[in-house]
């Protein structure tokens, strides 16, 4: 039991590794991408304010020059207030993405690569405590270390669940990750299980 719960400690913190890194980085391109969003939104209000103003001044302009109510403007005002108005349709067709929907991304992302960063250091901790369960010694270590491990797997597959809000993709990526996080939660039940077959220190001449 000592030995198979070192080895499933060792390969469910190889995974760790590679899942962390994997929970970082998509962490940080969610963040990127919110950041990115949210800017675009603010020049999109901007580009819009720009574009009324400039209406008006057109509109404004055309009044002063034209004194006779029939007559028509010129064409240089015609082309400025045609691209104006296009530039009005454009902008009535864009739906930028809302406040709480970048907060939200922006919130899952810090939430994504603080997991990544807490497991790969759960990984190294897994390390130590295979070493101690080969050797049969420091059974309280193994023992706090078997129950993060399985903690921090539920914790990854939740995460997933609530991360995303696409339910098909949710299915889909939540039994991914209960798949691959397999090894951690056996590495936890073997590691509390072998603390069991520890010689008490005290039994140690």
């Given amino acids: 039991m000592k030995i198979a ?3 499933l400690l060792i390969v469910a913190a190889i995974l760790n590794v590679i899942g962390g890194c994997t929970w970082a980085g998509a962490g940080a391109c969610a963040g990127c991408v919110g950041e990115v969003l949210d800017q675009d939104r603010l020049h999109q209000e901007n580009q819009w304010s720009d574009n009324e103003d400039s209406i008006e001044v057109e509109l ?3 009044e002063t020059e034209s ?3 029939n007559e028509i403007r010129p064409e240089k005002n015609d082309s400025a207030w045609e691209e104006d108005a296009e530039n009005f349709d454009e902008f009535e067709d864009f739906e930028p993405p809302s406040q709480e929907n970048i907060e939200q991304l922006k919130t899952s ?12 250091i759960l990984a190294g901790v897994m390390i130590g405590a295979a070493i101690c369960a080969f050797n ?3 059974a309280n270590f193994v023992l706090i270390t078997g129950i993060l491990s399985i903690t921090a797997e539920i914790m990854g597959v939740l995460l997933v669940y609530f991360i995303l809000p696409e339910q098909e993709a949710n299915d889909v990526l939540s039994s991914a990750a209960l798949l691959f996080k397999l090894p951690g939660v056996l590495a936890g ?5 072998a603390v069991r077959s520890f010689p008490h220190p005290l039994s140690r001449s």
């Fill in 5 to 7: 719960a070192g080895v």
């Fill in 60 to 62: 404004n302009a055309s």
């Fill in 67 to 69: 004194t006779n109510p």
């Fill in 109 to 120: 992302g810090a939430g994504m690569a603080l997991y990544g960063f807490a497991i790969m």
């Fill in 136 to 138: 049969a010694k420091k």
């Fill in 189 to 193: 039940i073997f590691a509390i299980i």
